[in-house]
C-alpha cells in the first residue's frame, strides 16, 4: 500500500511538472512566432531595398534598365557561371507588390507586421528622450512595455542593432545603447 501511494505520488508530482512545462512552453511559442513575424517583415522590407538598389546600380547615365533592356549578343550563348562569389551582384528579384504579398496567417501576426516599423520609431523617441544616457536594451523594452518576454526584449535588441548598423544609435559599451549625436 505504501509503495501505491508513494507511485501516485510521483505520477502527480510528475504530471505538474509536466503542466507547468506546457504552459511555459506555450508561452515561448508565442513569443517565437512574434519575433518569426517582425523577421518575416524585416526581411520583406530588406528585399524591396536591395530590390530598388539594384536597379538604381544598373542605371549608369539615370536612365531607367526597364526602359533600356541590354539585349545580348545573337552568336553568344547565354550561359551562368557555375559559381558566383560574395562581390558578384546576386540575381535581380521584383519587389512584391501590395496585392502580391500574401496575407498574414493570423490576427497576432497582422497586428506585429503593422507595429514592426513602429518599434524603430518608438525606440527613436526613447532615445530622443533619455539624451545623452547609457542604457541596455532590456531597460528600453521595459519603457516601450515590451518587457514581458525574451522574444519581445530580442525584438528591441535586434532593432536597436540595425539602429547602430544606420548610425541612428550608438553602441557605448558591451550591451550599452546610447543616442546618436547630432
Known amino acids: 500500500m505504501v509503495s501505491a501511494t508513494r507511485a501516485a505520488h510521483e505520477i502527480e508530482v510528475t504530471a505538474e511538472s509536466l503542466q507547468e512545462d506546457l504552459a511555459r512552453l506555450e508561452i515561448q511559442k508565442r513569443a517565437l512566432e512574434r519575433e518569426l513575424a517582425a523577421v518575416a517583415a524585416h526581411l520583406d522590407s530588406v528585399q524591396r531595398a536591395l530590390s530598388a538598389l539594384t536597379v538604381l546600380m544598373a542605371e549608369p547615365s539615370g536612365r531607367r534598365a526597364a526602359e533600356q533592356p541590354e539585349q545580348p549578343k545573337a552568336d553568344t550563348p547565354a550561359v551562368a557561371p557555375a559559381r558566383t562569389t560574395r562581390k558578384q551582384a546576386a540575381p535581380r528579384q521584383e519587389a512584391p507588390t501590395q496585392k502580391e504579398k500574401p496575407a ?14 513602429a518599434l ?19 531597460d528600453v523594452a521595459a519603457a516601450l512595455g515590451r518587457d514581458t518576454d ?9 532593432t536597436l542593432d540595425r539602429l547602430v548598423g544606420t548610425s541612428r544609435v550608438r553602441r557605448a559599451g558591451r550591451g550599452l545603447y546610447r543616442a546618436q549625436k547630432s
Open 150 to 158: 525574451s522574444g519581445s526584449i530580442n525584438a528591441v535588441r535586434s
Open 120 to 138: 524603430t520609431e518608438q525606440i527613436l523617441e526613447y532615445f530622443a528622450g533619455v539624451g545623452d544616457a547609457e542604457v541596455r536594451a532590456r
Open 104 to 117: 498574414p496567417s493570423s490576427r497576432a501576426e497582422a497586428d506585429e507586421q503593422r507595429s514592426y516599423g
